[in-house]
């Protein structure tokens, strides 16, 4: 699999369930969320803008993508919403490689550049440095609908995990 049938698998509306254990404050969370990933045109604005951003040009960018999410923590009342676009950027030299710029982290709310490589069963990691933090995320198809993902959200020096989960990911089907 390279990166461009990875994002064509990952469009869609998503039901998210999202454990996660925050090590640093000995605290377990739930999250159930929405997630709505969609294909952006390569000459979208943004997609323009984040790539200048890292002096990247774009027409080295494939398969774009905005992912939105809503949710609901055990943790926090407050509603857990965001948007973020992504952008690959595949090495020429391994098509299997490369960057994801993203304009907003995981780990922190920046714009953010991560390393990304798909494994030979088709697995996503990503491994992001932040001034703060370090996060890795997998991301795998269990089938066309199912996905899951680990991460990992590790200090910066990345000898200490501080928050570590497990999502399952299952695509709603589209209604007339």
């Not at 992912?67 to 676009?85: A, F, H, L, R």
């Not at 798909?118 to 997998?138: P, Q, S």
Request: glycine share 6%; hydrophobic share 35%.
């Amino acid at each position: 699999m390279d990166i461009t049938k990875f994002v064509a698998n990952s469009i869609g509306h998503w039901r998210s369930q999202r454990s996660a254990h925050h090590l640093a404050f000995g605290h377990f969370e739930a999250v159930q969320s929405e997630i709505d990933i969609i294909a952006l045109p390569d000459d979208d604005p943004e997609v323009i803008e984040l790539c200048k951003t890292y002096n990247i040009d774009p027409q080295t960018a494939v398969s774009p993508f905005r992912m939105s999410w809503e949710g609901q923590s055990d943790w926090d009342d407050n509603e857990i919403k965001g948007t973020c676009v992504l952008v690959p950027i595949p090495d020429p030299t391994h098509p299997n490689r490369g960057k994801l710029l993203r304009d907003r982290g995981y780990a922190e709310t920046m714009a953010a550049a991560g390393d990304y490589h798909l494994t030979e069963d088709g697995t996503f990691v990503l491994v992001t440095a932040y001034d703060r933090a370090a996060a890795e995320e997998k991301i795998w198809f269990a089938n066309p609908n199912v996905r899951c993902r680990v991460s990992l959200i590790k200090t910066s020096a990345g000898s200490g995990v501080v928050t570590a989960s497990f999502s399952s990911e299952i695509r709603q089907s589209v209604r007339s």
